[in-house]
């Protein structure tokens, strides 16, 4: 199995910022053999940004590091009052998605289009319906690129007030892939965040899984640790996880950014040497 990390990995640190092309001898020196790249960030990119991606492209294959994920932008983008601009955003949107193409990106992870709201006025199928309405234009033109949608699980941090997040479980985001016939992300810290069950859910969503955001919390705020660091209940992820028969990338999508710059090696291969154990427990690859 592929060991790979968000591009977000080490994307501020005390000292300055990656560049994509550090980011991957970064990754090629600690033993990453794929990488997450933050889709997010090309809508913003000064000159060519075609041209970028494809040079972005090459030099990963040059140090043989997998681009097979990719995520989508999900920040809002605002106007200068500060309201949503919807149109912009469908447009970086559809920008990320060509990025992909070009990139070689399969999985490009999704946010579906789900607000939290009260138990009592949860409608389940209406929210089902205004998200397909929302994804197709962004599905259609995947699928013309030859680029697979992930839906993502999201948290639902207020599920204890009586509030649900629709797209938090593995059931409703099911939905969505077999709606598109596409795939799904699993994010083992919005999972914990949202009091959903790990094993279980893994293994209904099954051959659907096509992407993995590993990470830790301590069930309150997306912390984005590495796994152990927290309090998820690891043994039963990853026996979940092996039962799904998922194949993809092992991928990290943690933050390493509050740490002195000279230890970002060692933390690294620690990570990956972190990953390696947790793929033998459970017989992962």
Not at 31 to 52: H, I, K
Not at 198 to 226: M, P, Y
Request: aromatic share 10%; with cysteine; glycine share 10%.
């Amino acid at each position: 199995m592929i060991i790979s990390a968000s591009s977000r990995f080490h994307t501020l640190y005390p000292g300055g910022r990656f560049t994509p092309f550090e980011m991957l001898a970064h990754f090629y020196r600690v033993g990453f053999g794929g990488c997450d790249y933050d889709l997010e960030t090309v809508p913003d990119m000064e000159g060519d940004w075609r041209a970028q991606c494809a040079a972005i492209a090459e030099r990963a294959a040059q140090l043989g590091i997998s681009l097979d994920m990719g995520h989508l932008p999900f920040h809002p983008v605002l106007n200068e009052d500060g309201s949503k601009n919807t149109e912009r955003f469908a447009e970086h949107m559809l920008i990320a998605i060509e990025a992909a193409s070009i990139m070689g990106v399969r999985h490009a992870v999704i946010h579906p289009h789900g607000k939290a709201v009260l138990y009592a006025e949860l409608d389940p199928d209406a929210s089902l319906k205004k998200c397909i309405e929302w994804t197709t234009p962004f599905a259609e033109r995947a699928a013309q690129l030859g680029v697979e949608l992930s839906f993502e699980n999201m948290r639902s941090p207020r599920e204890a007030e009586g509030y649900h997040r629709w797209g938090s479980t593995a059931e409703e985001i099911a939905a969505l892939a077999d709606h598109f016939g596409m795939g799904n992300c699993w994010d083992f810290g919005h999972a914990n965040t949202s009091g959903v069950p790990q094993g279980d859910s893994l293994r209904f969503l099954g051959k659907r899984l096509t992407a993995l955001h590993v990470n830790d919390n301590h069930a309150g705020g997306d912390e984005h640790l590495l796994p152990y660091f927290g309090n998820i209940d690891w043994n039963d992820a990853l026996c979940g996880l092996r039962d799904s028969g998922y194949d993809g990338h092992f991928n990290y999508e943690c933050r390493m950014t509050g740490h002195h710059p000279e230890v970002r090696l060692e933390l690294g291969h620690f990570a990956v040497a972190l990953a390696k154990r947790m793929c033998d427990y459970s017989k992962l690859g």
